[in-house]
């Protein structure tokens, strides 16, 4: 696993504001592909990746970000698990 250094460059920097103006708390890569179609795909994985190692960024599992501030567990969840669905206790006790 390459190691990048914690300096965050301009362009780094503009990836933060991109996401964060955009108001993206989660996302995966392909969607950050899909809005950012003048990135290539290397330059992109380069740059979320120092975002990470930076802590700008926090990596759920392979090609699923989020802000280091997101905690909303169902959100997650439903990135992690598209097709599944909140149990009837869980749905409950988050209404309390």
Not at 22 to 38: R, V, Y
Request: glycine share 4%; charged share 20%; proline share 2%.
């Amino acid at each position: 696993m390459k190691r990048y250094s914690k300096t965050v460059t301009e362009t780094e920097m503009g990836l933060l504001k991109f996401i964060q103006d955009g108001e993206l708390q989660i996302f995966t890569s392909n969607e950050l592909k899909q809005q950012l179609t003048n990135w290539s795909k290397i330059d992109l994985q380069v740059s979320v990746e120092k975002l990470i190692n930076a802590n700008f960024l926090s990596r759920i599992q392979r090609a699923l970000y989020c802000l280091p501030t997101f905690r909303d567990e169902y959100i997650i969840g439903q990135y992690l698990m598209p097709d599944g669905a909140v149990a009837y206790w869980s749905a409950l006790h988050r209404m309390a």
